[in-house]
């Protein structure tokens, strides 16, 4: 090893306090990592030290001038990423979207991917690319982007070197990447692991949930824990369950004006408050119907000990750095994609790899809930390690159609050149070694995608130049390339069909249920078990005698969220979480906004009042409460505080005020002498929510408008 590489392996021993080399450092520097300029995959247990292994090399290749992009799942991770990394600020340039200057660049691979496409000239300059969480190529989403992030750094011919805790086919991986690889035993982890079951089996089935919750609350050895459930409602119900029989803890009043601080509102939605009730005793419950600001809150509470039990899905499993002491699979089976499926062990690993927090504990406990009997069979294959074989996901219809999309997009509208990217997929390298009957032909493969979407409406055939997207495909594409959503492109399809069925661009009721039902990030999640009775006999009306998530949604987005009624009712009159509405808006904008634009493609008319009622959604107000909601820091409360103090005091003796809510503070402006102290004072002083930063905000906004 030349005395330069030695010096790097010294300096980063010496920032990061260590005196001696970990095995997988050990073992990653005796494979050539420093060496040599081949790729590399790192395979090694959580916390064994990977990380640091990838540091050696970002701080060889930094020292000598090059370019480095870290490559992470999750925006949540590249914020952990970019404090862990911190410390190389000092002689070089960090950052996550500074292509160009930036010696090293934290991103996702969906990001990375989207820029390698569009904008090659800012990528290609990189010498080296580490891949964090690289075993995420088993999960469908994550799978697929990295899966095209991994194929642009290949044809950019950047040096790849791969993190991953655990994974099956690694001769595989290593000859599509043509990469040394390195594996770390188990035995090497930090933490030491202990794996077993808590088998309910024998007990009576009515008697199952009570005896496991006696042993969450009583194993305080064992604490902090998460049990991972399969659904939103069992980790709810299962914390409020456990709280039974746990104590208060901390100050009431301090938590609860945390949670209100939080939301902005001092009146919690039932969620909210059942959320409340469990943290009083030391337990929550995490999954997407709560606000996003509160999950950031449950996590930080779990870091810093406040959280005993915690009750979560399985999204959980990726993403931040999320140290327990203990990780128990309260559920072998999971409903995906309309059916029912065994838990995978690549992701019952993923979770165990939580448990063991290093330089806290000398011990981490993974464990598996035994239910029945088919739950034994289920347990001995997780509890074993068997992991399923990785496939590419490319291989899936819809997201192979989607990457023609982005590429044709991309301006790689040629077959030859559509080709050439597919050709360095883990897809085609798995699909030419498949020993069957009929041999894989990725040409005729392509052939088969395009002429489907040319048939659907969303490519065109244009000859020797090769492909061109259609409106409709021009609107998808630039959807997923901006948003990196996963929905289906039928979801796309329906959007085009209503438009054409509509023959204009216009924002109804049949619209946003549509949108409902195919676009999952548009819906509210319905409450489990309960029943509106006026939304039931709204849609038996309408012929539908059990109405689905999408269609009480709708009902909520359209009738409550857009009337401003407070979150609190909505969920408490149309029984949808309402905790996250704020989001579920801000999906429905952007897909209206991507409707506005195919419409505009296909020059059809819009609606005027298009604009006006996306902006109710996107705010959820009614239409004379727009201007104050787009006021930064009016939320939707403050503004519907302003309303009511409007109606019972401006629009009653003396005053008698007519017109929109903006004329009839226009006019109370105007009688009074366009004082502005007066108005400050009298919105200041008036509605409950209306402080004085707001109050002169609201004023301005007067002044303006009758200038």
């Known amino acids: 090893m030349a005395a330069e590489d030695q010096s790097i392996i010294e300096e980063l021993m010496k920032i990061k306090g260590i005196t001696t080399l970990w095995p997988a450092q050990k073992m990653a520097i005796d494979a050539g990592l420093l060496t040599s300029d081949r790729n590399f995959v790192v395979i090694a247990p959580t916390a064994s030290g990977k990380t640091l292994t990838a540091e050696f090399v970002m701080l060889q290749t930094l020292s000598k001038g090059g370019k480095v992009v870290y490559l992470v799942p999750s925006t949540a991770l590249v914020n ?57 190529l088993y999960d469908q989403t994550r799978g697929f982007n990295l899966e095209k992030a991994l194929t642009m750094l290949k044809e950019l ?85 456990l709280c039974n029989s746990m104590q208060p803890v901390g100050d009431p009043s301090k938590l609860r004006g945390q949670i209100e601080g939080i939301v902005s509102r001092t009146t919690l939605t039932s969620l909210e408050e059942q959320l409340y009730s469990c943290l009083r005793k030391g337990a929550a419950f995490h999954h997407s119907g709560l606000d996003e600001r509160l999950r950031k809150m449950i996590e930080d509470k779990f870091k810093n000990k406040e959280i005993k039990v915690l009750f979560a899905t399985t999204g959980l499993a990726f993403g931040i750095n999320f140290p327990a002491r203990t990780v128990i699979l309260s559920d072998l089976t999971i409903y995906q994609e309309n059916e029912t499926k065994d838990v995978e062990t690549y992701l019952f690993l993923q979770m165990a790899g939580r448990a063991g927090r290093p330089k806290f504990d000398d011990k981490g406990f993974a464990y598996v809930v035994i239910d029945d009997s088919a739950d034994v069979f289920r347990s001995k294959k997780l509890l074993q390690g068997t992991l399923e074989r990785a496939f590419s996901h490319i291989m899936l219809d819809d997201l192979f159609k989607k990457a023609i999309l982005e ?50 409406g969303f490519v065109e055939y244009m000859g020797a130049p090769g492909y061109k997207l259609t409106d409709l495909g021009y609107v998808t594409a ?21 438009l054409e069925g509509s023959g204009e661009a216009k924002i109804d009721f049949d619209l946003i249920l549509e949108l409902s039902k195919k676009f999952e990030g548009t819906r509210a999640f319905k409450i489990p078990r309960e029943q509106s009775e006026e939304i039931e006999d709204f849609y038996n009306n309408r012929g539908v005698e059990k109405p689905s998530h999408a269609e009480y949604s709708a009902y909520a987005i359209f009738n409550g969220w857009m009337e401003n009624r407070p979150k609190h009712e909505i969920e408490q009159d149309f029984k949808v979480y309402a905790s996250t509405l704020d989001s579920v808006a801000n999906e429905l904008s952007k897909i209206l906004e991507a409707y506005k634009n195919l419409a505009s493609k296909k020059r059809k008319r819009i609606d005027p009042k298009f604009d006006i009622l996306k902006d109710r959604i996107s705010h959820g107000v009614k239409e ?47 009688d009074k002498g366009r004082d502005d102290n007066f108005l400050l004072t009298k919105l200041a002083n008036g509605p409950a929510m209306i402080g004085p930063k707001k109050a002169q905000k609201i004023v301005n906004l007067i002044k303006d408008s009758i200038r």
């Not at 970019?82 to 991103?107: H, N």
């Not at 790689?412 to 390298?429: A, G, K, L, P, W």
């Open 80 to 136: 952990d990423k970019e404090t862990e990394f911190s410390y190389l600020q000092s002689k070089y340039r960090v950052s996550r979207k500074d292509w160009l200057d930036s010696d090293l660049v934290i991103t996702t691979f969906e990001f990375f991917y989207k820029m390698a496409l569009l904008n090659r000239r800012s990528v290609e300059n990189f010498t080296l690319a580490v891949i964090d969480e690289f075993h995420v």
């Open 407 to 456: 590429l044709i997009f991309a301006r790689r509208s040629r077959e030859d050149q559509i080709i050439s990217f597919f050709e360095n997929t883990f897809y085609n390298f798995q699909s030419t070694r498949i020993k069957s009957l009929v041999e894989f032909n990725l040409k005729e493969k392509l052939g088969h995608s395009l002429k489907e979407m040319i048939d659907e």
């Open 157 to 241: 011919k950047i040096r790849i070197v791969c993190l991953s805790a655990t994974f099956e086919d690694k001769e595989e991986i290593r000859e599509w990447l043509n990469a040394n690889l390195v594996v770390v035993p188990e035995s090497e982890r930090k933490v030491p692991l202990e794996k077993g079951s808590i088998n309910l089996a024998s007990v009576a089935s009515r008697e199952r949930m009570t005896k496991f919750y006696t042993l969450l609350a009583s194993a305080q050895d064992k604490h902090p824990m998460i049990v991972f459930c399969s659904t939103r409602d069992r980790t709810r119900s299962r914390a409020l369950a």
């Open 624 to 670: 004379e409460q727009i201007p104050f909601a787009k006021l930064k820091g009016l939320s939707r409360d403050s503004v519907r505080e302003l309303s009511t103090w409007c109606n019972a005091v401006l629009r009653r003796p003396p005053f008698n005020y007519t017109g929109s809510l903006i004329e009839v503070l226009t006019k109370l402006y105007q």
């Open 478 to 498: 630039q959807f997923l390339l901006e948003t990196f959503k996963t929905y289906t492109l039928d979801a796309f399809l329906t959007l085009n069909d209503y």
